[in-house]
Structures are given as C-alpha cells and as structure tokens.
C-alpha cells in the first residue's frame, strides 16, 4: 500500500508543480490532521494549524522547483517540524523582542545601501539558477526549508554522502559566484552561501 500512496503523493506534488489547487487540497486533506499533531506537540495547539497551513503554502509557492521528490511524506514532515521548531523558537523570544521594541536602536539605510543589498540578492538568484538541478534541489531543502543533509537525501532518494556532496558543491560554486560581490571571497555569516559544511570527497552524483 505504501509504495502506491508514495506514487500518488508524487503524482499529486507535480501537479502542484503545475498549478493545479486541487492537487494541494488533495494533499492537505490526506496529511492535514497527522502533522498538526506533530505541529502541536513542538509548538502547541494553539500555533499548530498556522504551522501546517505555511508548510502548504510553502509547498505550493515552490510549484515546480522541488524537483523529482521520492518521499512527500518525509518532505511534509520535514518541513512542519522545522516550523513547528522556529514557531516555539519565535514564542520563547517575544518577551525579549518586546522589550527590545521598548528601547529601539536607530539603523539608518542609505539608497546605496537598497542598491548594494538588491544587487548581491540579483546576483544570488542569479547564480542559484546556474547550479544543476539536483545541488538546487538540496541547497533549497537545506538552506530554505531547514532540513539537514540527510534528511534532504531521504526526501531525494539520494545516499547521505551525495547529498552531503551536492551541499557542498552548490556552496562553493554560489561563494565562486559571488566573490566579488562579498569582498573577495570572504563570506557573510549572515547570507545564505554561509554554511559550516565540513569538506566530502566527491562520490558519484545522482
């Protein structure tokens, strides 16, 4: 029975990919109470259906980018506990947030900085549609959706070593891309190149 479930998720998640709303309402239908549930055990029950419904509207703003996926289940959960996680996260702050709001700190932009921020954001995008369709894949799993490599390789079908290697491939060719943007070569904590990835000798790449 699994396998079939497997396909049809698949089949429903392309769909998506090409626009069609019932394929997500389909989908919601069939994971909406299992990952609230788990929603409501990180978050609360009060948060839990917020959870859930911004992992769908993140699944349907991705459409077509998410690529062959073998396991939509593993996607789905993947992606609410990681909201699930940055909501209690952003519950357990807001005391502190609301004292900081008490005594704000004056940050002043100037046009040239707009400027600078939306070219490096022009260049990235840029640079982020130039890797293969498989490190765009990973690199969007890991950086965009919060899943560790290995649950990006679940959720591919890939080993953990590949997806490791694509990870790290994908961010030494955005760092390439964008070394003259970040001051030569020297990466921004703070941008999404950024990422501790301890060096995988290459393996074969799926």
Known sequence: MQPERDEEDRRLLANIGRGDAGALEALMR????PLTALAARISGALDAEDVVLDAFV??????????PVTSVRSLLYCITRNRALNQRRTDIRTADHLERLEHPTETHFT??????AADLQQAFEAALDRLSPRRREVYILV??????????????????????NHLTAALRELRHALADRLGGGHSNPNHPTHEKVRPIPPTSQA
């Open 111 to 116: 046009p040239d900085d707009d400027l600078a």
């Open 58 to 67: 993140r699944v349907w703003r991705r459409g077509a980018s998410w690529g």
């Open 30 to 33: 069939r994971y909406w109470e």
């Open 143 to 164: 950086r965009s959706e919060g899943l560790d490599y290995r649950e990006a390789a679940e959720v591919l079908g890939l080993s953990p070593q590949t997806a490791a």
